[in-house]
């Protein structure tokens, strides 16, 4: 069975950056499409970026536009998210996802690692 497993989070100042890296591991990887995800404490799963294995096509959602960049290192079986110019939020837990197409909606994903906290602090 195939597992996925965040890494990278932590506390980071106002405007800083982080790179979050999710490395899958077990049986044959069937999955294309690799995402993030984002769920802050009270609040519903929602979609940060997504990008295809083969390809390496990427989407993002447009809050993320020009600071946010996913990517993947197919030796390694990885995907990478680079946050830049975080915004002071309340601690916000960053999820792995895999599934077959690139789509903006959690129920498009059928394999989730357990999440990789991230704070900012002002």
């Known amino acids: 069975q195939v597992q996925l497993v965040e890494s990278g989070g932590g506390l980071v100042q106002a405007g800083g950056s982080l790179r979050l890296s999710c490395a899958a591991s077990g049986r044959t990887f069937c999955r294309d499409a690799m995402g993030w995800f984002r769920q802050p404490p009270g609040k519903e799963r929602e979609f940060v970026a997504a990008i295809t294995w083969t390809a390496g096509l990427n989407y993002y959602a447009d809050s993320v536009k020009g600071r946010f960049t996913i990517s993947r290192e197919k030796a390694k079986n990885t995907v990478y998210l680079q946050i830049n110019r975080l915004n002071p939020e309340v601690t916000t837990v960053y999820y792995c996802?895999?599934?077959?197409?690139?789509?903006?909606?959690?129920?498009?994903?059928?394999?989730w690692g357990q999440g990789t906290q991230v704070t900012v602090s002002s």
């Open positions: 996802a895999g599934g077959r197409i690139a789509r903006d909606r959690a129920e498009s994903y059928d394999l």
